[in-house]
């Protein structure tokens, strides 16, 4: 969980449209997106030792970083209400030698002694076009596994309690109580990736409660980071 709390906002996936934003900005041709959910390091005061948590965290920017010509976009936010960062409204707020650090970091935790750098980070971003990162990363899930939801929906293999989830294009709140129910499970959040678009994670959102395990029956392979649902404000 080095160097922040680390993981991907559910409903989200890195596509054609985060892709050509990231190669708009940065002023680069052929860049697409990574296929994965989007990254999010959240800052806290609070120590949370392990992954499978739930929490509410609030953009304030982000790096634009590119892998192989792949946009990795990593969304910078804080965790709602917290005492040290929770006031902090934009990146531009953060202490300079923290957004190094965080730069630092991901310039080069996949590069092995001796090889050459593979990653670059071609700027960085405050709240409003994170919140624009965000935007694309859902439309590119919606295109990809929107088919599919709404097949499952008709089926009644998912029951939709309100539109809260679904309701993303204005309103990044995922509520607590609210979300998909999947055989009878309790309300669910369904987040997606290339693997396991449809793994299911029960809905705990209260940080102190990290120590119960995500209601999943069979773990997906993006269980092993943090999940994180976004707050507007």
Do not use: W
Not at 5 to 32: E, K, M, W
Not at 41 to 63: F, Q, T, Y
């Amino acid at each position: 969980l080095c160097p922040t709390l680390y993981g991907f906002l559910p409903q989200t996936y890195c596509g054609d449209d985060v892709g050509d934003l990231c190669s708009r900005r940065a002023g680069l041709a052929g860049i697409v997106g990574d296929g994965d959910p989007l990254d999010v390091c959240v800052l806290s005061e609070k120590s949370i030792p392990r992954g499978d948590v739930l929490l509410h965290a609030v953009p304030i920017g982000g790096l634009r970083m590119i892998d192989h010509d792949e946009a990795d976009d990593k969304i910078v936010a804080v965790l709602a209400g917290d005492a040290v960062y929770g006031g902090l409204t934009d990146i531009a707020q953060c202490p300079p030698g923290l957004v190094d650090r965080l730069q630092h970091y991901f310039l080069t935790y996949k590069q092995a002694p001796g090889d050459e750098p593979r990653v670059s980070i071609a700027g960085l971003y405050g709240r409003d076009e994170a919140h624009e990162v965000i935007a694309c990363s859902r439309r590119d899930y919606d295109r990809r596994y929107g088919a599919l939801r709404d097949l499952l929906l008709q089926d009644g293999c998912l029951e939709l309690n309100d539109d809260s989830v679904l309701n993303v294009n204005t309103n990044l709140t995922l509520s607590l109580g609210a979300g998909l129910n999947a055989n009878d499970r309790s309300p669910a959040i369904f987040v997606g990736g290339t693997d396991d678009p449809f793994a299911s994670l029960d809905p705990t959102m209260d940080p102190s409660a990290t120590e119960e395990p995500l209601g999943s029956d069979e773990p997906s392979a993006y269980q092993s980071g943090m999940v994180f649902a976004l707050d507007r404000l």
